[in-house]
């Protein structure tokens, strides 16, 4: 399974900002896909999850209720919608997946390349 992440960008404070990642190639077996942010200098957190069938999905804390991610099976796409955005949100973030389990942990065995989120204040 191959990942693309895009969408990032720089982002007022309070604004929103919407990232894609689309998946290609054995995607017939994926389970979940995630959402993980790394900021400058820091360790790689979990942002979200969402499952591929049924669409349950769980979040952070720290992103509950500002961001969603969903799904369009169709096009084998996830999305993080980021709205109120905040300067902590800066990081490159990173789009997952597997074919066996969910994590809160970046213990996922496919990645994406990561795209740059910068929010000013």
């Known amino acids: 399974v191959q990942l693309q992440a895009s969408g990032g960008g720089l982002v007022q404070a309070g604004n929103s900002l919407r990232l894609s990642c689309r998946a290609s190639g054995r995607t017939y077996s994926t389970y979940a896909m995630a959402w993980f942010r790394q900021p400058q200098g820091k360790v790689r957190e979990f942002v979200g999850y969402?499952?591929?069938?049924?669409?349950?999905?769980d979040y952070a804390d720290s992103v509950k209720g500002r961001f969603t991610i969903s799904r369009d099976k169709a096009k084998n796409t996830v999305y993080l919608q980021m709205n109120n955005t905040k300067p902590e949100d800066t990081a490159v973030y990173f789009c997952a997946a597997d074919n066996g389990d969910i994590y809160y942990k970046p213990s996922y065995k496919y990645w994406g390349q990561g795209t740059l989120v910068t929010v000013s204040s």
């Open positions: 969402i499952r591929w069938s049924g669409g349950a999905t």
